[in-house]
């Protein structure tokens, strides 16, 4: 279970960090930043904080909606960042991942002094002081935090994309390339949020280009 032993260790304004879709067929991939200003945060919210995968769906939406009503207190911070299918082929996936960590630093209303960044790598150039947390997220609640904000809100777009391209199941899968979505590649080919550099997307391309 995640604790406040990382951000205590660092005595100094520290945010979390997590992105939620790398692997997906389709979509934007999304990051989440998370200042907790004031540790003394409900106790059901706490308790409850955890690696967003681990978690159910319903849970990770009551959990989102408890995340931003303390935001309305005062006593976190916000910030949400992505970047476009268009953008992850341009630059690949993981460039456009350090990209939407820098875009959620800048949509927080303060820059934070240090960040905890989920995973094994840090992106060049960031804003701030950085440290990558390998299962960050079972590690640290602010990174724990920013894992929901970021799963919830992307799953969200990813609902709301579904209504405009409904062959593929967005709503069930997010863009991962389960049976329904496949289906809907054979049956409709691709949308324009498909990423074009992935492999199964790009082997459709080739064969109807063949």
């Given amino acids: 279970m995640p604790d406040f032993e990382l951000e205590n260790s660092l005595n100094c304004l520290v945010v979390g960090i997590d992105e939620a879709g790398r692997g997906p067929w389709a979509g934007p991939v999304v990051a989440g930043a998370v ?6 945060l409900p ?23 408890k995340l931003f009503e303390e935001q309305e207190k005062g006593s976190i911070l916000i910030g949400i960042g992505q970047a ?92 991962y390339g389960t049976a329904l979505h496949i289906e809907g590649l054979k049956s409709h080919g691709i949308c324009p949020e498909h990423r074009k550099s992935y492999r199964p997307i790009a082997e459709i391309l080739q064969q109807n280009a063949a």
């Fill in 43 to 65: 106790k059901d919210l706490l308790s409850q904080l955890d690696d967003s995968k681990k978690l159910t769906a319903k849970k990770r939406e009551v959990l989102f909606q």
């Fill in 84 to 175: 476009s299918a268009q953008e992850i082929d341009e630059i690949n996936i993981l460039q456009a991942t350090f990209l939407t960590m820098k875009r959620a630093v800048a949509a927080l209303p303060m820059m934070p002094e240090f960040a905890l960044i989920d995973g094994n790598r840090l992106p060049k150039g960031f804003p701030c002081a950085a440290k990558a947390v390998i299962k960050g997220d079972a590690r640290s609640f602010s990174i724990a935090a920013a894992s929901i904000v970021a799963k919830v809100y992307r799953d969200r777009l990813m609902s709301e994309l579904a209504q405009k391209y409904p062959y593929y199941g967005f709503e069930k899968n997010a863009g």
């Fill in 35 to 40: 200042i907790i200003k004031d540790k003394n």
